[in-house]
């Protein structure tokens, strides 16, 4: 059986104004469908330019990202785009929210992109995700009036807005409390009870997370796998 995603030879390389920086240094490995892998190690260990490899969200100077066999490093512009509206949830540390939309336009706002959803039916399905975890009265609500608890859990239900397969987060309970942070493990647990594949950066030593493997690295390598 294939690997959900399989990273070979993975290699970035940073031109600075007066040297070069390697962020990623020849990193391999896989993750089987339904995973949770945790990806930790300390600051400036390369763990967020590897999401960003897996996110499609960078390149790599040289190496090859496959997610379900398709080769994303190989896409372009919007080609890459329309890929990751189709088939990534993201959810970020700062929870990356439009100021301007209602938590419920923040939800449909990827739903309106991917076109996967009928526009009819976009709504039900932002209010059932809200509903899910437990927010649904802040639908008509602006980010700086709730929690980062709760701009949290809207980041989630963003990401989860065109039902993805492969979820990607980094250190998304790092700027949150220890309550808050356990709801939102509980989250992602429940993402690996529906078969979805989740690889979580995180630099925490303690984890709540049901996870199959952790993956750290140090100096951009992977020390372990």
Same mark, same amino acid.
């Given at each position: ?28 490995? $896989? ?8 990806? #930790?190690?300390? #600051? ?138 356990? $709801? ?5 647990? $429940? ?35």
């Amino acid at each position: 059986m294939s690997a959900f995603i399989e990273v070979k030879n993975l290699t970035k390389v940073f031109n600075g104004s007066e040297k070069r920086f390697t962020a990623l240094n020849g990193v391999s490995f $896989s993750v089987g469908k339904g995973e949770l892998v945790i990806i #930790s190690g300390k #600051s400036g260990s390369g763990k967020s330019t590897l999401l960003n490899m897996l996110s499609g969200i960078d390149y790599p100077t040289e190496g090859e990202v496959f997610i379900e066999q398709v080769p994303i490093h190989k896409f372009k512009g919007n080609q890459l785009a329309a890929w990751r509206g189709r088939n990534l949830g993201i959810v970020f540390q700062f929870f990356q929210l439009m100021p301007t939309l209602t938590v419920l336009e923040n939800i449909m706002l990827p739903m309106e992109f991917a076109g996967l959803i009928a526009r009819g039916h976009q709504k039900q399905r932002a209010m059932e995700l809200l509903d899910r975890v437990g927010i649904s009265s802040l639908a008509n609500k602006f980010p700086a009036s709730i929690s980062g608890g709760e701009k949290q859990r809207v980041a989630i239900v963003r990401a989860l807005a065109n039902n993805p397969g492969f979820i990607v987060a980094d250190e998304p309970t790092g700027n949150l409390d220890s309550m808050n942070t356990r $709801s939102i493990h509980g989250l992602f647990n $429940s993402l690996i009870d529906e078969g979805k594949t989740v690889v979580y950066v995180t630099h925490e030593k303690e984890t709540s997370l049901n996870y199959t493997r952790k993956i750290e690295m140090v100096d951009g390598k992977i020390l372990n796998n």
